[in-house]
């Protein structure tokens, strides 16, 4: 599944939050009172229960229920590897891809193969996309400067997108994706194939911690982003009589690498 939040602009910069006030005044005129300017208290849950869901495992455990959903359910590939190794083992899955395609291809030549890898710090410290160019294989990072079209372009014709994910659940086998300018959404939804790097630091168990992460943002009055992808495996629709279909609107194939960091 791939859902998103929208942006909430931070509370500095008034300058770019328009027609708000028409906005709410219309809306409590409509439920027929005042408009309210304080903040409304939450009130409590009755049940929790959906914190208590794996509540009791730890972050091994975690990975596995991970790797066996993705593998079984998803029916993509999951892989733990250091970060000492990352670079070697994304360059494999990579390869992988790539020659994948080219022995589809009536002419494997020109299936040299390239790479789009996002241009996250904290991927780029990890991996130097020179490392993984090999017999042809090109690999290209997202270059916010060089603006859209560009970017598109090579996201596009890229056999293989890689993306560095905020979180992973554990219960669904999804991965969890912060636009910003330096991760563009195209590297994960236009490439045949996706490939997420995530710690297992950052597994947590459900949709329920994912979320709350984002709460507590909003409430220290941090930016958030401006889309939040849920992502769950390849792209897949069931949505005519129930026959799902692999690749109808994105990546055919995805697979999860998780660096042991702890």
């Known amino acids: 599944m791939a859902n998103h939040t929208e942006n909430t602009a931070p509370a500095a910069d008034q300058s770019r939050i328009y027609n708000r006030d028409s906005f709410l005044d219309n809306i409590a005129k409509q439920l027929g009172r005042e408009r ?14 959906h914190h208590d869901v794996m509540a009791d495992k730890n972050q091994d455990e975690l990975k596995d229920i991970l790797i066996e959903y993705t593998q079984t359910s998803l ?3 999951a892989l733990t590897t250091t970060q000492a190794e990352l670079a070697q083992t994304l360059k494999s899955v990579c390869l992988d891809y790539c020659r994948t395609e080219a022995g589809e291809a009536d002419d494997a030549a020109q299936y040299a193969g390239e790479t789009m890898l996002s241009a996250d710090p904290r991927l780029l410290a990890l991996v ?24 598109i372009t090579i996201a596009e014709r890229a056999q293989v997108g890689v993306v560095f994910a905020e979180q992973a659940l554990a219960e669904s086998g999804t991965m969890v994706l912060y636009s910003n300018p330096k991760q563009g959404r195209a590297v994960s939804l236009l490439p045949e194939a996706s490939v ?3 710690p297992k630091s950052t597994l947590v168990a459900r949709l329920t911690q994912a979320t709350a992460a984002l709460h507590e943002k909003a409430k220290n009055g941090e930016r958030m982003p401006s889309c939040v992808n849920f992502i769950s495996g390849p792209s897949s629709t ?17 697979t999860y690498i998780i660096i042991d960091d702890m």
Request: some cysteine; glycine content about 8%; overall charge negative.
């Open 238 to 254: 069931a949505d005519i009589e129930l026959i799902k279909v692999v690749g109808v609107h994105g990546p055919v194939y995805a």
């Open 128 to 151: 130097n996309p020179a490392d993984l160019a090999e017999d042809g294989h090109q690999v290209h990072v997202w270059d916010q400067a060089a603006g859209y079209e560009p970017n």
């Open 36 to 49: 309210r300017t304080t903040p409304v208290e939450r009130p409590a849950l009755k049940y929790r229960c």
């Open 196 to 198: 997420f790097i995530v």
């Open 75 to 77: 029916g993509s590939q």
